[in-house]
């Protein structure tokens, strides 16, 4: 190995060194970093199977309740809307870091194909919803009528999170300010 690819090879240790020592003391800082538990709409991950009879449609929905959520079928599109809700635990008081998404979802898919949609089957186990939708086999059906409500629901849901997300931006930034005023106060009294 030549000297000049050694020093290269020296140089990029002692590199690396020093990053892994930088990344280890902004870790180690101990600054609270609380974390906004309320995530914005999530969409859940789905996934479209065709059998010769069937569409089979799964769609992930961890930690969510049967009765949290609402299916909407009509013959060539589908809605899955639900809520899922944060686990209080009564000791904890900040959140330091969270993957976990809170609040409502909400997923329309297109079907590519015409579906019976009053023979659906549902069933939910494990976090796996799974909707078997019976094929229309030269079925005519009429224009399935569209529910308003679900619309307006969706909006007044919409008006709401923002609103939430509003209020929560305001608190973090009070809280941040606070903290700031406390750790410069602590500051000038100690010297």
């Known amino acids: 190995m030549s000297e000049k690819s050694w020093h290269k090879r020296e140089e990029m240790n002692t590199l690396r060194y020093q990053m892994n020592n ?5 870790i ?5 970093k609380p974390v906004d ?3 914005t709409i999530k969409e ?8 010769e009879l069937n569409l089979i449609i799964q769609a992930q ?6 009765k949290d959520l609402d299916i909407h079928v009509t013959k060539n599109t589908i809605l899955i809307a639900g809520e899922c809700h944060e686990q209080k635990v009564h000791n904890e008081k900040i959140v330091y870091h969270s993957e976990f998404s809170y609040g409502h979802f909400q997923r329309k898919v297109t079907l590519p194909v015409c579906v019976d949609y009053k023979q659906v089957k549902a069933e939910i186990h494990n976090g796996l919803l799974t909707l078997s939708l019976p094929k229309a086999r030269g079925k005519k059906y009429d224009a399935a009528k569209l529910d308003l409500t679900i619309q307006e ?3 007044e849901i919409l008006v709401k999170q923002r609103q939430h997300i509003e209020n929560v931006e305001k608190n ?3 809280r941040s300010h606070s903290e700031i005023d406390a750790a410069s106060s602590s500051n000038t009294s100690s010297t």
């Open 37 to 39: 538990v309320e995530n």
């Open 44 to 51: 859940p991950a789905i996934e479209i199977k065709e059998t």
């Open 22 to 26: 930088l990344f280890d003391e902004l």
């Open 172 to 174: 973090m930034f009070k």
């Open 61 to 66: 929905v961890p930690g969510i309740e049967p």
């Open 153 to 155: 629901r969706a909006r």
């Open 28 to 32: 180690n800082e101990n600054i609270p």
